[in-house]
């Protein structure tokens, strides 16, 4: 069977859905699929000089419009954003959680975008999402598994392929970004299949068992059940700390989360 490249399976950029907030700051680079090692990667490009691009060298980046244009030209197979100190954003990547086939986004990456709840993205695999936020993380970057956050430093590949059950801008989310910081990369265990599974308990029931699993729960999941500081009909009890945790949303949850329209 032949193995088709890189470039035949990236979706397509549709730069009028990247938010503003982004399309207007001079951090754009291209990118282009090499192979190196026997694997694929995506290598930052420079867009007014087709050279490699740093992400440590802000004369190696460009605008929106250079980077965008370059991509419309055919001389590099997508565009990306150099997260830096000096912006507010944050980028979360979650490989491996989306159906190129259905669209279909599994429950646990569900829970993490109905979280953070902000501007969210099909990468450019099709198989994977990206979800920008304004907040600060406590480090520049940290990877588990199939999940990356990333504060500066580094690139993220941007298509435009808006998910219509997220915002349509990079909202204000430091609070959620940093609890969403804690259970992936800090003192929470990682999911078992069982507990990934949905459950039929209570979210008393659901906080119960978390805080005897682990001590460290019960102090904080009783301050994040409902997300102080934001209203509490915009924070229904299956979008909880501890529910997230231990029963994640219910099965086929990203049915309805399809990405917009070229």
């Known amino acids: 069977m032949k193995i088709l490249e890189p470039q035949s399976r990236t979706i397509r950029v549709c730069p009028q859905h990247i938010p503003l907030d982004l399309r207007k700051r001079r951090q754009w680079v291209g990118?282009?699929?090499?192979?190196?090692?026997?694997?694929?990667?995506?290598v930052p490009i420079n867009p007014r000089t087709g050279r490699c691009a740093r992400c440590d060298d802000p004369a190696t980046w460009g605008t929106f419009?250079?980077?965008s244009g370059a991509y419309s030209a055919g001389l590099v197979d997508g565009i990306g954003?150099?997260?830096?100190?000096?912006?507010?954003?944050?980028?979360?990547?979650?490989?491996?959680?989306?159906?190129?086939?259905?669209?279909?986004?599994?429950?646990?990456?569900m829970n993490d975008i109905l979280h953070l709840d902000s501007y969210t993205e099909i990468s450019p695999s099709g198989k994977g999402v990206h979800i920008l936020v304004r907040g600060n993380l406590a480090e520049p970057g940290r990877r588990r598994g199939r999940i990356e956050a990333y504060r500066s430093g580094r690139f993220c590949t941007v298509t435009g392929g808006h998910l219509?059950?997220?915002?349509?801008?990079?909202?204000?989310?430091?609070?959620?970004?940093h609890q969403f910081y804690l259970r992936t990369f800090s003192w929470i265990p990682a999911?078992?299949?069982?507990?990934?599974?949905?459950?039929?308990?209570?979210d008393a029931q659901v906080l119960e068992r978390a805080s005897t699993q682990n001590p460290a729960v019960a102090g904080s999941c009783a301050s994040l059940d409902g997300f102080p500081g934001r209203p509490q009909a915009t924070a229904p009890p299956a979008r909880s700390f501890a529910?997230?945790?231990l029963?994640?949303?219910s099965a086929g949850a990203g049915a309805w989360c399809s990405s917009r329209a070229p």
């Open 247 to 249: 029963k994640g949303q």
């Open 191 to 202: 999911l078992s299949a069982n507990d990934a599974r949905p459950s039929d308990l209570s």
């Open 65 to 67: 419009e250079e980077a």
């Open 243 to 245: 529910g997230r945790w």
């Open 31 to 42: 990118w282009r699929h090499e192979r190196r090692d026997n694997k694929w990667t995506k």
């Open 164 to 177: 219509v059950c997220s915002p349509t801008t990079i909202m204000e989310r430091d609070h959620e970004l």
């Open 81 to 109: 954003y150099v997260f830096d100190e000096a912006d507010p954003f944050s980028g979360v990547d979650i490989d491996r959680c989306r159906d190129i086939t259905t669209g279909i986004i599994d429950e646990l990456a």
